[in-house]
């Protein structure tokens, strides 16, 4: 089993800044890839960020030049670094880990972009 936990989220104005962390344990497989998904109400989930074992990475249009994914395998944690915040970006945000044909979740933190 996998176990991912999420932290980083909360409440920031437009034009700011937060970083999540998500980090993985449990039965990890060397090769695996690793993102960021979100959800806001009354929407389906959608793909923020992704990033490979190798490092390749892939973005929502919707976020691309303000979001940065990296990972660091030795802690098996990945990062979202979130530049240039807008209320549309208010969403539950959702760490998974997809490896061996299995997609694992965190729990989901929960970012509000506010004034």
Sequence with gaps: QVQLVESGGGLVQPGGSLRLSCAASGSILSI?????YRQAPGKQRELVARITSIGSTNYADSVKGRFTISRDNA???VYLQMNSLKPEDTAVYYCNLFSSG?????QGTQVTVSS
């Design 32 to 36: 695996y890839k690793m993102g960021w």
């Design 75 to 77: 802690k098996n944690t």
């Design 102 to 106: 299995v997609d694992y979740w965190g």
